[in-house]
C-alpha cells in the first residue's frame, strides 16, 4: 500500500496537533464524534489530505476506544524522520511521545518496534 | 433573508485582519463576548482555506444562521457558529462555514473555524438550537 508523506505539528499551548499530508492542500472539515477532524480535499470530497486533533494530549487515553479516530488502511510516511508506513493511531501515539512527552528516543527504530506492539496490545 | 457577501482576504492580508476584526474580542450576536488573541492565530495561519476567510470568522460571530450547541462527546461546553457566506454578487450557492467556541466560566473562547464537509453540517445539526436568525 501507498504511504503518503505527513508533516506533524503540534502546538503546545492550544493543545492541538496537526497532521497534513504533503504537499498540503486546502479542505474542509469533519468531525468523528469524539472530536477528532478529518481533512477532506477541497475539490475531491472523499480524499483525506490530513487531521486535527484539539486536546490532543488530554484526549490520546481514548484513542483506542471505539469511534474516536477513523478506521483506515491509509499509511504515513512523518516528515523530518526514518519512520514509513505507520497506521494513523501509531503515528498519534508517535506525535504524543515526541510531543507532549518530549520523548527524543521516539523517532529511533526502537520506538517504532514499541509503537507496534501497543497498538497490537 | 439578507445574504452575507463577504470577500476574501489574501493570505498577506490575513494577521493585520485577524488582529483588527478579531482581537481581543469580538461581542457575538447574542451580546456575548468571544475572547480571540494572538495564539488563535497559529490555528489559522497555515492552512490556506483558513487564512483567506478571517472576515468570515467575524462575520459568522456577529451575523451567524444559527448557534447549537456542540454535539461533540469531547466537547461538552463547546458552542457552534453555523454560516453560509457568498465570495461576492455573483456567488450564487455560498459555502457554508462554521466556528466553534468554548464556554469556561461564563466566558467564550474562540477554538477553531472552517470550511465544513457536507457530513460535519448534518452531525452539527443534531446539536441542540440556541439560537436562530429570524427568516
Known sequence: MESK???????????????????????????????????????????????EWLGFSAYINTLDEPGVIPELEMRFDIEGTNLKGLALKEVLRWAYHRYVLCDLTAELPEMREMVTEAAET | ??????????????????????????????????????GDYVHLMDDEERVQRIRWIRETLVNPLEIRRSHLKSEPFGEVYINTIYEDEGDLQGRPFVVGVERR?????FRTAFVPHPQYLQKAKKGKLIWKAKS
Do not use: C
Not at chain 1, 30 to 36: C, E, K, R
Not at chain 2, 105 to 109: K, P, Q, R, S, W
Open chain 2, 105 to 109: 466560566a461564563g466566558v467564550l473562547d
Open chain 2, 1 to 38: 433573508m439578507n445574504r452575507r457577501i463577504i470577500s476574501l482576504n489574501t493570505s498577506d492580508e490575513a494577521f493585520d485582519l485577524f488582529q483588527r476584526l478579531l482581537t481581543p474580542v469580538v461581542v457575538d450576536v447574542r451580546g456575548e463576548t468571544v475572547r480571540i488573541d494572538i
Open chain 1, 5 to 51: 508523506k505527513l508533516k506533524v505539528t503540534y502546538h503546545r499551548a492550544r493543545d492541538t496537533l496537526y497532521l497534513r499530508t504533503l504537499p498540503k492542500r486546502p479542505a474542509t472539515m469533519d468531525v468523528t464524534d469524539y472530536g477528532f477532524y478529518i481533512r477532506y480535499d477541497w475539490d475531491n470530497p472523499d480524499e483525506i489530505v490530513g487531521f
